[in-house]
Each structure stands twice: as structure tokens, then as C-alpha cells.
């Protein structure tokens, strides 16, 4: 059996790659790819920003076990599992042996694995843009609930489990001001959450679509940057809403400017939470006294702790009808046609795309 997989060699060009599936591995398995999404750091690949050796898109998928290998009978949270079973993988593997995994901080795991780099390396089916993924031993997986659809599924890994552990990194409490500046699907996703937990909701972003889905997601207020177009409106604006100042800014923005605006924004004493800019090439000039007169906490949230992937799959059997989940992902498209998806989701003309490797 063939399966196809893309790669991205320099910005804006994609290419797919056909390989025969492989026998899963020993402790691990071969799944199926129903839904891969376009998630910020495909976008950023898209526009060349991960520097000029090529790279494999696709990290977010929901799939079905195609192939079980030897010795796996149940997901990483001791659910009985089959072939067939709907199931959703961490797209990166933890090495339990490091400093940080030794201490219990997994989410800061010094030598975790993700894919290859080019598709020709075997097991070639390594990123999600593609057919089939392989999961490798030790890597965690857990079966999707019944209530939960691919399309939403797929997106708990990593938009969500991301900004569910971010929430808890900076102990946002209940009563607490959260903001959240950029509301594509991370930032909707961390208001969902927020306000589950009883905390305010402050969403910052510049496009109609996204403000109201801002406010679908749990957001109280909104921030429209166009009406306050630089930061020290915006500082301002929040300050009224707040009838003082946020407890925690959550940027999910993704661009160096937003970082300062998310440590002036904040309280003193607050919690900045770094988790959208992910571009080594951009910059941005920061004071660090600052940090110092503020008395700031500035947590950088790369990725979660594994089992983070299930509290965000049990969140999501919880809340499907409460936020409007199903909607999220507002555009899919055959994997052929990953470059139309790339080029919609750069141009910020859909929340968050689909791509359904199983049709055409
Ligand atoms: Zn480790
Ligand atoms: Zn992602």
C-alpha cells in the first residue's frame, strides 16, 4: 500500500512524496491521517521563515489506527485500543532520560524527537501533511472520545493542549483577568478554557471574523485594533475593561511587538505568558527593567507536558455544545490542495484549515 506525504523545500512551494506504508513498529503504530490541520508554525513554514533547508508540514491530526505493532493493546491513558479506533498522537516524543523529564517537567524536554526533516528518511511518514503517520514507541496517543468529531479532535494537539497547559503554567485563577492577544485558534481556545475555569476574558485582535469568534469562545470583551491601533490605546482600552489591570496576558499573536505590548499590558507583579512567536529572525527591542520594576513573571510555553493531550480530549467531550467547537476549523481542503490552504490561512481569510488526506 502507497501513501503520500508533503514537504515544503522553500517558501510558498510544497511537493508530496509517495512511499509504501511501513509495518508499524514494535510498541508503536500506523495510522490513518482523517484531519490534519494548518496550525501557526505550518503558516510560518509556508512563508519561509525556518530558514533555507526544507521542512515537513503537519503536526495537528486526528486518525484512525490503521496498523497496531507488537505489544499495544490500549493508548497511553490505559484505554483498551483496536484497529479502526479513532485516536489523536503528541506530535513529539519525550526521552524520560533528561534533566527535565527526570524532574517531572516534561513539557521542557531537552531531547525530545519529532519528525525527520525530509520525507526520504524512513519511516517516512514522520509529519502530518500526509496519508499516514507513524507513532513511534513511547510516543503518547490516546483514543478520541465518541462525542468528539475528527474535525475538533484534531486540533486538541497542539493548538489546545498548548494553551491548556499555558493556563496552568501561569495559575490563572478563578476571578482573574486573563487577556488574550490574537484570536486564531490558539488564543480561541485559551478563552474557552479561561472562562471554564472562571476567569475574565479580554480577546485583542483586528479582524471581524476573529473578534467574534472571540466572543463565542468565552471572550467578555473585545479589543479591535483598528479602532485602537497602537499599544498605548490598547493598554488604555484594557485598563477601562478591567477597571484596573489583567492578572495574566497570553500572547498567541505571534508577532515580537505583541510581546512588548503583552509585559506592559499586564498588572504589576502579572504573569506574561510567551507562547506565539516562534521566528528566530524576528525581533524586537525590550526594556528589562521592565521585567525588574514590574516585578514580572514571563513564562515561554514551547510545548506541553504529554498528558496534556488528554485533558484537553476530556475538556472537549465536557464542552463540545457549550463553545461552537465543530466550527473552528471553517475551511478543508484534499491534501493535494495543502498550498491553497497555506495561502488562505497566511492571508488570515479562514480561522483554521482542514486537510482531509483520506478524500481525493
Ligand atoms: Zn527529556
Ligand atoms: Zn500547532
Not at 48 to 61: A, C, K, S
Amino acid at each position: 500500500m502507497k501513501g503520500k506525504i508533503a514537504y515544503i523545500p522553500a517558501g510558498h512551494q510544497i511537493e508530496f512524496h509517495e512511499y509504501d506504508v511501513p509495518a508499524p513498529p514494535a510498541g508503536g503504530l500506523v495510522a490513518s491521517v482523517t484531519q490534519t490541520n494548518v496550525c501557526g508554525s505550518e503558516v510560518h513554514m509556508w512563508k519561509g521563515e525556518f530558514g533555507r533547508r526544507g521542512i515537513m508540514p503537519g503536526h495537528e491530526m486526528s486518525g484512525r489506527i490503521h496498523a497496531l505493532g507488537a505489544g499495544v493493546s490500549a493508548d497511553f491513558a490505559g484505554t483498551p485500543v483496536r484497529e479502526g479506533d479513532r485516536i489523536a498522537p503528541v506530535y513529539y516524543t519525550v526521552c524520560n532520560r533528561c534533566v527535565n523529564c527526570v524532574a517531572g517537567n516534561h513539557a521542557a524536554c531537552i531531547a525530545k524527537t519529532l519528525g525527520a526533516r525530509h520525507p526520504d528518511e524512513p519511516p517516512h511518514f514522520t509529519a502530518t501533511f500526509a496519508t499516514h503517520y507513524v507513532i513511534k514507541p513511547g510516543q503518547n496517543f490516546y483514543k478520541v472520545p465518541d462525542n468528539v468529531p475528527d474535525a475538533v479532535a484534531s486540533a486538541a494537539n497542539c493548538a489546545m493542549s498548548q494553551v491548556y497547559w499555558s493556563l496552568d503554567r501561569g495559575r490563572l485563577a478563578y476571578g482573574e483577568t486573563v487577556v488574550v492577544l490574537g484570536a486564531g485558534g490558539l488564543g480561541l481556545h485559551a478563552m474557552a478554557i479561561a472562562k471554564a475555569r472562571g476567569a475574565r476574558v479580554i480577546a485583542v485582535d483586528s479582524f471581524d471574523l476573529r473578534l467574534k469568534q472571540a466572543r463565542r469562545f468565552g471572550a467578555d470583551e473585545t479589543v479591535d485594533m483598528r479602532e485602537y491601533p497602537d499599544a498605548e490605546s490598547r493598554e488604555k482600552r484594557v485598563r477601562e475593561l478591567c477597571h484596573g489591570w489583567p492578572d495574566m496576558v497570553l500572547e498567541v499573536a505571534g508577532v515580537p511587538d505583541a510581546f512588548l505590548e503583552a509585559m506592559r499590558m499586564v498588572r504589576i507583579g502579572g504573569r506574561v505568558i510567551e507562547v506565539g512567536n516562534i521566528s528566530n529572525a524576528l525581533t524586537v527591542t525590550i526594556p528589562p527593567s521592565m521585567v525588574t520594576f514590574k516585578s514580572l513573571e514571563v513564562i515561554g510555553v514551547a510545548t506541553y507536558p504529554p498528558h496534556y493531550l488528554k485533558k484537553s480530549l476530556d475538556f472537549l467531550a465536557t464542552h463540545i455544545d457549550r463553545y461552537p467547537y465543530r466550527e473552528l476549523c471553517d475551511a478543508t481542503f484534499p491534501l493535494a490542495r495543502a498550498a491553497e490552504a497555506l495561502d488562505r490561512s497566511e492571508r488570515r481569510e479562514i480561522t483554521r484549515a482542514g486537510l482531509l488526506p483520506q478524500e481525493g
